[in-house]
């Protein structure tokens, strides 16, 4: 049915007879559609459930649609997008730079409870052998991305009985170091993608005012609005 309706979508009509075949090769969610049913398919052809169900990444489609649909929720997701193409080098840098924080504050999880007998997993053992949640820097990452967000479900395992001499104290300026200084330093890419986004919300939603694809109402000044004012001017949850 996308196929037959390819001419006629503002992407594609103007390939003309050929739409349908560029719409195949060259759009990204047909592609997506093809390999969300691909399991399904296989699962019918074998007669047996062995492979995963992903259909549900055909939700992406949904972004398409949002962004050439003249609604407010498009206006948040194009300017999703333009956030990345004209800050893209400023994006770019801030996240690397949360990424440098992360990675750095894992080693030092490694290094500080590798072997910490409090933080093995016991109902995760392997041959016998309990896990180490912090066995190596991949397997520190989730629960220092934990603290770097203010979430601490492993506060009693830090500087807890049982530890080797002088570790205890280690693992507690770790995260004494983490609280005063890498969370707000991991908070900084977060606040200016904010910022950008409901810069060019407020753009799009301008424009789209002007081309009469939204009420013509009186917007206030982007100064004057709150951030939970602007995701309501937008439709956005």
């Excluded at 649909?69 to 730079?97: H, M, N, Q, R, Y």
């Excluded at 007998?117 to 052998?129: L, M, N």
């Excluded at 309990?130 to 629960?143: D, L, N, T």
Aim: glycine share 6%; with cysteine; hydrophobic share 50%.
């Amino acid at each position: 049915v996308r196929l037959l309706s390819a001419p006629a979508h503002p992407w594609w009509k103007s390939y003309r007879a050929l739409a349908p075949l560029v719409a195949l090769l060259l759009n990204l969610y047909a592609w997506i559609d093809i390999i969300a049913v691909v399991p399904t398919l296989m699962d019918l052809a074998y007669k047996r459930d062995a492979f995963y169900n992903i259909q549900f990444i055909c939700l992406l489609r949904l972004v398409e649609m949002a962004v050439i649909s003249p609604s407010s929720t498009g206006a948040g997701i194009k300017a999703f997008i333009d956030v990345f193409d004209e800050d893209g080098p400023l994006i770019s840098t801030i996240f690397a730079l949360g990424l440098v924080v992360w990675i750095f504050f894992s080693g030092l999880y490694m290094v500080a409870n590798r072997s910490n007998p409090e933080s093995e997993w016991e109902a995760a053992a392997y041959q016998g052998q309990p896990w180490q949640r912090f066995e190596s820097i991949p397997a520190s990452m989730f629960f220092t991305l934990l603290n770097l967000c203010k979430e601490h479900p492993l506060a009693d395992v830090f500087g807890a009985e049982g530890n080797p001499d002088g570790m205890a104290f280690f693992q507690r300026m770790i995260i004494i170091v983490v609280c005063i200084v890498g969370v707000p330093v991991f908070g900084v890419p977060t606040g200016i993608l904010g910022a950008s986004l409901m810069k060019h919300c407020h753009k799009e939603v301008e424009r789209m005012k002007a081309e009469k694809m939204l009420p013509q109402e009186a917007p206030e000044s982007l100064e004057s609005q709150t951030a939970p004012d602007m995701m309501e001017a937008l439709d956005l949850p």
